[in-house]
């Protein structure tokens, strides 16, 4: 574990000019009858979850680029995710994908984690890969496969990851289906579609009382003619089909180009049927690069729904947030830092929205105005107040600044091996 005093010495160094940055912001705020105090708590309160498959180089089908220090077992990975939270104060969870990691000696992990104040969010199951002692393929699916026996095994590894998850804490089961078609007429989409809500009826049936589903829906890859949960509709329809357990899960990078996420979120988030989030960025496809790199303003657009659908729809269950992306070109860690800063920001943007003052200005359709005021807010540099609420929980002014002068990756490297390799992505 990094010494707490390594990083309050170092927030010495940025203690001045961060002061004055943010005495200028808060000024500013009040003025405009914001409550900053408000603010910081909810930044604060803003907990992001932490992939175990994601602490180590992702690459792509054409290669991976080692960094060397990956964590080579899940007690490596909870260290990982223990600094991102002891730098930041925003990852207070991880996030496991069954059987990538497979908790074995429970009370050791459950140890592990609470020493890093971590908790265990969404357990994800895996139905998209075959494992070594697995009786049936899913090359041709799983959950919506044509043959019963394939369905059966598919639906009895979601309960066992339940049951895994539940004795970790966990809370809820993330189900991504990899299932769909290369060709036209391979598959019988109605068939295919009764089938999988079939299956992911049987798993809500093995929910504990306080747990809830979370469905992904993705348009495309690894299948390239169609995919069973193509869209968030098909994803909401299950939803429903499934009961009050069950929700839709956005991921980010699961959209066709140009799709309005934000319009997305408002319709679930009315419908109290958003479930949680899988944050990245894209250009083109499901790129999974970092949070924020690509298209910001898409994605303050998208916490300026959230904002004012948290406030609106109380009906809404706790929001489940999590980072997916893969690291390809950058030190995992320090692209996690970057992404948790990106969310951060965008979330604090858009609790700067005048949301009175947007609502008066839509009912008299004044779209300069509206436009002014979601922009201005856009156009804030709320940094100083991100680092305001790390300085108060004891975390770094400037995480990745942190990181880097204590040399994490160099102390990992030398801990674990220039070839270490963790499981994941
Ligand atoms: C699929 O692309 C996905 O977004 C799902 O969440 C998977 O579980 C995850 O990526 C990891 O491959
Ligand atoms: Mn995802």
């Known amino acids: 574990m990094l010494n707490q005093d390594q990083i309050q010495q170092l927030n010495k160094l940025e203690e001045n000019t961060h002061h004055t940055e943010f005495k200028q912001l808060a000024e500013r705020m009040t003025s405009q009858g914001i409550n900053v105090e ?25 290669g991976r680029y080692l960094f060397g220090g990956a964590p080579r077992n899940l007690f490596e990975k909870i260290e990982d995710v223990g600094l991102l939270h002891q730098l930041t104060a925003n990852a207070d969870s991880i996030s496991l994908h069954i059987p990538w990691d497979i908790p074995k000696d429970i009370t050791a992990i459950k140890e592990a984690a609470s020493a890093y104040k971590l908790r265990f969010d969404a357990v994800n199951s895996n139905t998209f890969q075959d494992q070594v002692d697995q009786q049936y393929s899913y090359k041709f699916g799983s959950l919506s496969h044509v043959e019963k026996e394939v369905r059966a095994q598919a639906i009895a590894h979601n309960k066992e990851v339940i049951q895994l998850g539940t004795a970790l804490g966990s809370k809820s089961i993330t189900v991504w289906l990899a299932d769909g078609s290369n060709f036209p007429g391979q598959n019988n989409f109605q068939t295919a579609l009764e089938h999988t809500q079939n299956s992911l009826q049987q798993i809500t049936h093995a929910l504990p009382d306080d747990w809830k589903m979370f469905i992904e829906y993705k348009p495309y890859e690894p299948h390239f003619y169609s995919t069973v949960i193509q869209d968030w509709g098909t994803s909401f329809l299950l939803a429903n089909a499934c009961g009050p357990k069950a929700f839709t899960l956005v991921d980010l990078g699961h959209h066709l180009p140009n799709t309005n996420i934000e319009q997305i979120v408002a319709t679930l988030m009315m419908q109290g049927k958003l479930g949680g989030f899988h944050f990245n960025d894209s250009k083109y496809g499901d790129d999974d690069v970092t949070v ?46 970057q992404s948790l800063d990106a969310i ?37 540099d709320v940094r100083p107040l991100v680092s305001q609420m790390r300085q108060r929980a004891g975390a770094a002014i400037k995480p990745l600044v942190v990181y880097r002068k204590t040399q994490q990756r160099e102390i990992r490297i030398q801990n674990r091996g220039l070839d270490a390799l963790a499981t994941g992505l």
């Open 38 to 62: 408000g603010v910081l708590n909810q930044l604060k309160n803003f907990q992001v979850a932490i992939p175990s498959w994601a602490l180590g180089s992702g690459g792509t089908r054409f």
């Open 344 to 380: 951060l920001e965008a979330f604090a943007k858009a609790l700067l929205v005048d949301q009175t003052a947007l609502k008066q200005a839509q009912e008299e359709n004044d779209v300069v105005v509206c436009q002014e005021l979601i922009q201005n807010a856009f156009k804030t």
């Open 292 to 337: 924020g790199s690509i298209q910001p303003y898409k994605l303050f657009l998208i916490f300026n729904e959230l904002v004012h659908g948290m406030a609106k729809n109380t009906n809404n269950p706790h929001l489940s947030w999590m980072i997916d992306a893969s690291h390809n070109t950058k030190d995992p860690l320090e692209d996690l830092l």
